[in-house]
């Protein structure tokens, strides 16, 4: 039986006080892989726990979420349960990208049914933190992180005022870990020093990709000292990346990324098990054929 997770000062730990780190890997969007690529997603989560992963990071596209009524019954349902006879634990991503108080989102006009991909709205992540917390939040594999991305304007007292909102929201229902993600693109969690959130069972949450900054990472090393980071989304592609973000080679990104996760003990979600959402852990949907990222992955971060 898969035991709940707790913080404890700079920890996760779980019932018995024994430290865990999560390893994980990100799922593509289960919506896109259902709905428009006919695939099932729940192979997926049974090839991630035979790679040695202890986790999975699911991202809730906000506009599949709103669009389909019964996203929870046929999407998170079935990832939840089967995640749970796994002994995987959940991270459930609130995909939102952008600044919620004014609603300005990333991407704003790529549209699904009529509903922004990225809808960063603050209306739309609190309605989402009720509805996922109320009817997960009682799940001991299950942890929450109600906002994706926050950029585009907003400033470190205003991501705070949001976060804790979203936090208290879950409180309703919850008590399992949240995370709390950073502002800005590259990603910095510099507004933690001045307003960090006031709540037990609280984690922050990073990318780390090639484009992240070394002040950024020195961030990271220092507030490592007090709080659990989750660093949520990590990897490279060594051949044209369609961003220069994602670009990379095992020398001077993977191998100094397995150095940085290790000489801070963080834990980690690799992005991403998928042979077109780069940086791809898969060339193709034959499980055995893994990526120069998913070897590396493999190898490399799931064994330490």
Request: charged share 25%; hydrophobic share 35%; glycine share 4%.
């Amino acid at each position: 039986m898969i035991e709940k997770l707790n913080i404890r000062e700079n920890k996760i730990i779980n019932s018995n006080g024994k430290e865990i780190k999560l390893k994980g890997i990100n799922l593509n969007s289960p919506c896109i892989l259902k709905y428009e690529e006919k695939h099932n997603f729940l192979e997926d989560i049974k090839q991630i726990k035979k790679l040695g992963a202890n986790s999975i990071r699911v991202p809730i596209c906000p506009a599949y979420f709103q669009s389909k009524p019964e996203y929870c019954d046929e999407i998170l349902d079935p990832i939840v349960s089967l995640c749970k006879k796994l002994n995987l634990y959940c991270l459930l991503d609130w995909h939102a990208q952008g600044n919620p108080l004014n609603g300005e989102t990333r991407m704003a006009d790529t549209k699904i049914e009529g509903f922004m991909k990225y809808d960063a709205r603050f209306s739309s992540a609190k309605k989402a933190a009720e509805i996922l917390a109320k009817r997960y939040g009682k799940e001991p594999n299950v942890m929450f992180e109600p906002f994706c991305a926050y950029f585009l304007g907003i400033n470190s007292k205003q991501w705070n005022g949001v976060s804790t909102t979203l936090v208290n929201i879950i409180r309703k229902y919850s008590d399992s870990i949240i995370a709390i993600g950073p502002i800005g693109w590259p990603q910095s969690l510099e507004s933690v020093f001045n307003y960090p959130i006031k709540d037990k069972n609280v984690a922050y949450s990073t990318m780390i990709y090639f484009n992240t900054k070394e002040k950024d990472k020195k961030v990271i090393n220092k507030l490592r000292e007090k709080y659990v980071i989750l660093v949520v989304e990590c990897g490279y592609e060594p051949l044209k990346p369609k961003e220069k973000a994602l670009q990379g080679t095992k020398q001077n990104y993977a191998y100094p990324l397995k150095k940085f996760l290790t000489d801070n003990e963080l834990s980690w979600f690799a992005w991403c098990y998928h042979p077109i959402r780069q940086p791809v852990i898969l060339n193709s949907w034959n499980p055995k054929d893994l990526s120069e990222w998913g070897k590396f992955v493999k190898k490399e971060l799931l064994t330490f």
